[in-house]
Every structure is written in C-alpha cells, then in structure tokens.
C-alpha cells in the first residue's frame, strides 16, 4: 500500500508551488483542490470510482494535468493517447483498450475517429455538477494507474499497463540517483501522455518538486531558462538536444550551474553531442528506458560522463540488467531487465502475452555492459540491418554522419539488395549544403565498406514519434516519395 500521492502530497507541502506554466502557477494545495472538484465532476457525469477505464486525448496544458489527477482520485484506469496518431490508429486503441469514456480537450475532437464511447468535452465536465464519492487514502501497489501504446516498431501496438507501484519504483530509483535539492524544478517540454512526460508528474507528486510546463518544444525559450538557471532538470531525445546545443552554441552561451541534470534518453546519443555538451557546461546524463520500465532502467550519473561517453549507465537503485546470451564483458545481445518498475503485462489483443520471461523483461534492443558494469546500447533489434551475412546497426552509421559539420539530422535503414538481402541507406537533413560523394567518402574513412550506406539521400525532415523518437521503420518511405 502507498499513501494516496495528491493527499499526502498537500498535507506536507501545501505551499509550495507544483506547476508553473505560461504566466501562471499553483501550489500543491492548488493542485489538489482542482483535481477533487473535477473528480466529483467526472462522478457525476458516470465514471466510476475503481471500476471506470478512460481514455484522454488533450495537448500539453494545465487542464490535462487536471483530468490526470482527478482519475487518479478515482483510481481510474488512464488510456493517454498520442496526439500524433491518425485516425485509424486512434480507433485502433479505443477499441483495443476498451474504454469507458473518452475524455477530450476541446479543439481536439474533430480528430477524433467515430466511436460508441461517451465523449466528454473538457469544458462540459467543467461545467457540469458535482457529485461527492468516498475519498480513498491509500492505493494498491498492483493497481494499473496509466497505459500507454508502444510505438508498435511491428505488427500492432501493445498495451502497456503501469501500476502505482511501477511508477513509484520509477521515482524513487531516480532520485536516490540524482538526489533532491531546494528548488528543484523540471522544465517538461515531453508529450504528457509519453512516458516521460508523465513521469515528469509523478516525481512531482512524490518529490514535491515543480514543473516547469511548455505547450511544446520552443528552443529560445527553454535556452532562456537554462542560462537563467530558473529550472534544475529536464528530459530530451537526441534531436532536441543537438537543437539546444545549437541555439547555445549560436548564442556563445553556457548554462547556469545552477541547473543540474538533462536526462537524454530515447536511442543512444551521438558522442558529438555529448562532447558538445561538456563545453557548454550541460550536464547530460544518458539514460536508458522504455514505456515497459515506466522510464528509467539505467542513468549515467554526471560523475563518470567523461570516463563513460556514450553509456547509458549503471542499472538503477531497484533494477538489474543483465545481456542475453552473453558469456564475457562486451558481449553484446539483447538487453534484459528485471525490477519492480517493469509492467505487470498488456491489455487488449495482446492481453495473454507475458510480459516477463523467467522473471526478466526482453527489451528488444541490442547493447552490451564492459568491464565495470556499464550498459551501452547498440540499436534496436529491429532495426538491425542484416547484409550478407553482417550484422549492422544504424546508429553506428547515424554517429558518423551527425558527426559531419553539414548534417544536422541522420537516419539509417535496410533497402532490399537482390546481392547482400539488404543494404543501409542513410537519410539526412543538412546543416548547410554538401556533397553527396562527399558525405559517402567521409563514411568510408570512419566504417567498414560492408557498412557505408549505399545511398545517401537528402530530405527536409526525419519521421519522429510524439516524443521526437526516429521511427527507422517509416524511413522507406520517404523512398517512394522521391
């Protein structure tokens, strides 16, 4: 059992302030007030109180945190659905997930699909009655709290269902690795209803720290807050780093000391970046997770960032990692993970599919741990180009590209070859103009000729997911709008 995490978090800090966003802030006493009106509201309008699955569809705001915690209130099973799926993807996990009630920000309900599920607008739920319920003061470890969709790398997305208990393990591995400070402050420019947006609230609630929310990724404006140190932490991917490195670098800028931590996590990192990093004083830790993990499953902590480049670290305070198959120190297979932050199971189509294996999760990504118990991540298995009988990663290939002063932006995947079964080609958007021949010589220098991309095109952007994750897999077809 823990302690319900609005209660409990209101009664010890009800003055300190827990989200900020645009011009506004409210406090945790703030936070738990609006959530307990809105819960009565969603009561009245059916949901039912540990019994009801909703589904919620809404931009990055202050109302959507709202609506969070106010199932949270009613331990309410929460569906987030990705603001970047299509229509058919949409109804896809409506259906699979079997909801109640959809929950919909206003502007948003043009997009979505037809559906039998009761449609609650945001402003109607605001609007509507209340209707008192018994306040529940403790929650059950094993009890589903949010369930999100997998990118769905094949065949159909699953599920994923993480429990208070995920969650809490979650928060608590990641701050017995970071540590706590007064001030402490998230800027939170991820999608909410991505795991590491969500995240993001959890450690709000159970570190009673703030977050610092943006509607999105706006570049200047989070390069403000880092140099002003008005923030202390805050989560990107790849691409949104090498813009913040860029945006710094174009301003002859560096950070304040007084922030802290920038988790990257979402793929491996190329080294450039983080060489990039140590000169603008932005203290990057790499970090290893999945929707599967509730986030984290390893960080490199800020100590061992120069003697460990490119490592994603050591396994969390509550987590074990260990590589499949592998017999040695540098062996590489797939990486496997047990610990109580990993997900219980699926929901839906693949309902009956086993999460774990022995105990252990198979992450389907591809890494190896050294000599002192260090992980690094290689690539997705998925994404593994198989050519004449090589294995090749792209991400080795996207290192060296991204690496060239021209290109901004890289992306690698298998073609089908009659001769070799498949082949790399490489996908890059440029900083400033450059030859092609030229690209593929500096690729030749740095890899083996097995791995030098047979085609190098340009294009003026890569496909990313909500979470400005590379989706490889969407790569070919840019092929066929060429």
Same mark, same amino acid.
């Given at each position: 059992?823990?302690?319900? /995490?609005?209660?409990?978090?209101?009664? @010890?800090?009800?003055?300190?302030?827990?989200?900020?966003?645009?011009?506004?802030?409210?406090?945790?006493?703030? !936070?738990?007030?609006?959530?307990?009106?809105?819960?009565?509201?969603?009561?009245?309008?059916?949901?039912?109180?540990?019994?009801?699955?909703?589904?919620?569809?809404?931009?990055?705001?202050?109302?959507?945190?709202?609506?969070?915690?106010?199932?949270?209130?009613?331990?309410?099973?929460?569906?987030? @659905?990705?603001?970047?799926?299509?229509?058919?993807?949409?109804?896809?996990?409506? =259906?699979?997930?079997?909801?109640?009630?959809?929950?919909?920000?206003?502007?948003?309900?043009?997009?979505?699909?037809?559906?039998?599920?009761?449609?609650?607008?945001?402003?109607?739920?605001?609007?509507?009655?209340?209707?008192?319920?018994?306040?529940?003061? +403790?929650?059950?470890?094993?009890?589903?709290?949010?369930?999100?969709?997998?990118?769905?790398?094949?065949?159909?997305?699953?599920?994923?269902?993480?429990?208070?208990?995920?969650?809490?393990?979650?928060?608590?591995?990641?701050?017995?690795?970071?540590?706590?400070?007064?001030?402490?402050? /998230?800027?939170?420019?991820?999608?909410?209803?991505?795991?590491?947006?969500?995240?993001?609230?959890?450690?709000?609630?159970?570190?009673?720290?703030?977050?610092?929310?943006?509607?999105?990724?706006?570049?200047?404006?989070?390069?403000? +807050?880092?140099?002003?140190?008005?923030?202390?932490?805050?989560?990107?991917?790849?691409?949104?780093?090498?813009?913040?490195?860029? +945006?710094?670098?174009?301003?002859?800028?560096?950070?304040?000391?007084?922030?802290?931590?920038?988790?990257?996590?979402?793929?491996?990192?190329?080294?450039?970046?983080?060489?990039?990093?140590?000169?603008?004083?932005?203290?990057?830790?790499?970090?290893?997770?999945?929707?599967?993990?509730?986030?984290?499953?390893?960080?490199?902590?800020?100590?061992?960032?120069?003697?460990?480049?490119?490592?994603?670290?050591?396994?969390?305070?509550?987590?074990?990692?260990?590589?499949?198959?592998?017999?040695?120190?540098?062996?590489?297979?797939?990486?496997?993970?047990?610990?109580?932050?990993?997900?219980?199971?699926?929901?839906?189509?693949?309902?009956?599919?086993?999460?774990?294996?022995?105990?252990?999760?198979?992450?389907?990504?591809?890494?190896?741990?050294?000599?002192?118990?260090?992980?690094?991540?290689?690539?997705?298995?998925?994404?593994?180009?198989?050519?004449?009988?090589?294995?090749?990663?792209?991400?080795?290939? +996207?290192?060296?590209?991204?690496?060239?002063?021209? !290109?901004? =932006?890289?992306?690698?995947?298998?073609?089908?070859?009659?001769?070799?079964?498949?082949?790399?080609?490489?996908?890059?958007?440029?900083?400033?103009?450059?030859?092609?021949?030229?690209?593929?010589?500096?690729?030749?220098?740095?890899?083996?000729?097995?791995?030098?991309?047979?085609?190098?095109?340009?294009?003026?952007?890569?496909?990313?997911?909500?979470?400005?994750?590379?989706?490889?897999?969407?790569?070919?077809?840019? @092929?066929?709008?060429?």
């Amino acid at each position: 059992m823990v302690p319900n /995490w609005l209660l409990q978090r209101s009664m @010890l800090t009800p003055e300190r302030i827990a989200l900020s966003f645009e011009s506004e802030s409210w406090t945790f006493k703030e !936070v738990n007030d609006k959530a307990l009106i809105l819960a009565k509201k969603l009561t009245e309008n059916g949901v039912k109180q540990q019994q009801s699955r909703v589904a919620i569809y809404a931009s990055s705001n202050p109302e959507i945190i709202w609506m969070m915690y106010a199932c949270m209130y009613l331990q309410c099973e929460m569906v987030l @659905l990705n603001l970047r799926l299509t229509e058919k993807e949409l109804a896809y996990q409506i =259906e699979d997930a079997q909801v109640d009630f959809l929950l919909v920000e206003d502007a948003l309900v043009g997009k979505l699909p037809v559906t039998e599920v009761p449609v609650f607008r945001f402003n109607a739920i605001n609007a509507s009655s209340e209707r008192d319920f018994p306040l529940v003061s +403790e929650w059950n470890d094993d009890q589903t709290m949010t369930i999100m969709y997998t990118s769905g790398t094949t065949g159909f997305p699953k599920g994923v269902r993480q429990t208070v208990g995920n969650h809490v393990s979650s928060a608590t591995s990641s701050v017995y690795n970071m540590g706590l400070v007064v001030g402490d402050c /998230w800027l939170c420019t991820m999608p909410l209803f991505h795991i590491s947006g969500f995240s993001m609230l959890a450690k709000s609630l159970l570190h009673g720290v703030e977050i610092k929310l943006f509607p999105k990724f706006n570049v200047k404006e989070i390069v403000n +807050e880092l140099v002003a140190g008005t923030v202390t932490r805050m989560s990107v991917v790849s691409v949104t780093l090498e813009r913040i490195l860029s +945006e710094l670098e174009a301003r002859n800028a560096k950070v304040s000391p007084k922030f802290l931590t920038m988790l990257a996590g979402g793929g491996p990192v190329p080294i450039d970046y983080l060489k990039r990093a140590i000169q603008l004083n932005l203290k990057v830790a790499q970090t290893y997770g999945m929707t599967e993990t509730s986030s984290q499953t390893a960080t490199l902590s800020s100590v061992d960032a120069l003697r460990k480049l490119g490592s994603a670290g050591k396994a969390l305070f509550f987590n074990q990692i260990r590589i499949d198959g592998a017999e040695k120190a540098f062996d590489q297979g797939e990486i496997l993970i047990r610990g109580s932050h990993v997900t219980p199971g699926y929901i839906g189509r693949f309902a009956d599919k086993p999460s774990q294996v022995n105990g252990w999760l198979h992450s389907g990504d591809i890494g190896y741990l050294d000599d002192e118990g260090y992980l690094y991540v290689v690539d997705r298995r998925s994404d593994l180009i198989i050519s004449g009988g090589e294995n090749i990663y792209p991400a080795e290939i +996207e290192n060296v590209l991204i690496s060239h002063e021209a !290109v901004h =932006e890289a992306g690698v995947c298998g073609v089908d070859d009659d001769r070799w079964g498949q082949v790399p080609n490489a996908f890059v958007v440029l900083k400033k103009e450059v030859n092609v021949q030229e690209l593929l010589g500096y690729c030749r220098e740095q890899l083996a000729k097995y791995k030098v991309p047979h085609k190098i095109h340009i294009v003026n952007e890569l496909p990313r997911n909500g979470s400005n994750k590379l989706l490889r897999r969407k790569l070919n077809d840019l @092929l066929i709008k060429e």
